[in-house]
């Protein structure tokens, strides 16, 4: 069986052999902080395999974790000059190789597709071919692998350090952002931890008087927004005001069909993923790789949508549900 | 009432532009704290999150090939190409990307597209080449057709995937309601009711994502190039 912790362990490894060129690139003014910040990004991919199966105590990751914050958080990060094409050498590239540049490119998505659909069912000794859960994941690995195989035999690329270095300039370009997503998930679970979720939902229930079926719609459709974008995920947002609302009061007060009220609330906190930052492997990390200078930039092009789609839910769900 | 401070300390962090991971990161000590826990289980709690949610950081692993085609002109084929076509403008591209993200997402295939994968690579690049064979591109626009691109993948993806049975959300639901309140749902009729939002969702986005167009030839005076795009292409 292929395991996601192995692919977790590649990763872990590329992150490190991408330090120890950040730290031999001279260009970069800060490349000891920015050397480190993703040195301790690759350590803590392979120790965390023990914090996951409980057989490593989870406290020096969480150190770990905390020094990144300050590495990245009191710039000590930096980026080195990029070493790439020109833009005519690019330009001749293209025109030389044409449209085969995308094969190598299409075979990622490919790949994931087939491994999603195909390899997903196959299974050797009694045993899935891929980990249950991770096919995802692992499709994604094991397609960009394949599509580094085929790109450098297409553009007949022997080092491949080559790949490598491309692959870190564009992770400086990145930055430290790219870790956002991971340290907002942790938030999500401290908050529930430290009991966010009961204070919002007494909240929530002062605010709601009692009759008015379309107010306590608008109630739920609203703080599963509110609550969403204050999170950055509709899923941490869905217990809480469901408990507080979409099932006392919709479900059984006013005996709503329970899967419209229920898939539609947590479509209108979906509405909050496209508004907030606190969705950042969404919004904040697109705005990076895209190069924007404006990281909000996404949102802003989201917001008008994300308003209309919330009045559109709560019109669904005040219209079928009752 | 107190670990409330934590939200705040986002909110307020967020809203001034402060570096986001000091934000998220002050906001978890202050919260874990205040919620009682002790400094070290604040640690463990910061551990173990990192070692849970390390399958949204392995997008990494598709830079170094997207990187080594980049060098080699990927993103200038891109903008090729989509210049040859010369009905599809911006609007109409990124309004069919969304349509396609939307169904595949819908067919359970998430992970199929997406911001490393696709649409840096390409997405965005064609948009932007769409834009460019009529118009000169000022860096502001640049930017906008950019985010657009970012905008597209995102709505389609959120109100696509919830169609399909077997996504996180649907069973998050289900798995939810059916232990806490001891009823019995089915995914299938969940998945049904995200129908009409979907819908919703491709009119609205679509229309705006098309409306993207009549923005560009407003804020761009600069004519359309003077060699025509089909000329550039061969």
Sequence with gaps: MIRAEWFFWLVGGVFLVMAAQMLADRTNPKRLGTAAFWALLGLGFCY????????????????????MICLAGFGFTGRGAARTTTAEERAASA?????????????????????????????????????????????????????LVVGMVMLRERRLSIPVHAGRSTLESVGPVMLLPQLLATLGAIFALAGVGDQVRRGTTVLLPEGSVLLAVVVYCVGMFLFTAVMGNAFAAFPVMTAAVGWPVLVEQAHGDAPAVLAVGMLAGFCGTLVTPMAANYNIVPAALLELTDQYGPIKAQLPTAFVLLGCNIAIMSVFAF | MLVLLGVLVV???????????????????????????SPREVLAAFGTGFAGSRAVTVFAITLPVIGLLERHGLQEQARNLITRFSGLTTGRFLALYLLLRQITAALGLGGVFGHAQTVRPLAAPMAEGAARGRHALTDKAREKVRSYAASADNVGFFFGEDVFLAVGSILLITGFVNTTYHTHLEPLDLALWAIPTALCALAVHGWRLLRLDRTLERALPGAPRSAPADEVAK
Excluded: H, M, W
């Design chain 1, 48 to 67: 965390s395999t023990g914090v996951a199966d409980k057989s490593a105590p989870a406290e020096p990751l969480g150190a770990a974790v905390l020094v």
């Design chain 1, 95 to 147: 025109a030389r190789y044409g449209n085969k540049l995308f094969v190598p490119a299409l075979t990622i998505p490919a790949v994931a597709l087939v491994c999603a659909v195909v390899v997903k069912k196959v299974s050797a000794g009694g045993q899935p071919l891929l980990q249950k859960g991770s096919e995802t994941v692992l499709g994604l690995g094991i397609g960009a692998l394949i599509a």
């Design chain 2, 11 to 37: 909110v307020a962090g967020f809203a001034t532009r402060r570096n986001p991971l000091l934000v998220v990161g002050a906001a978890g000590i202050v919260t874990g704290l205040l919620g009682g826990l």
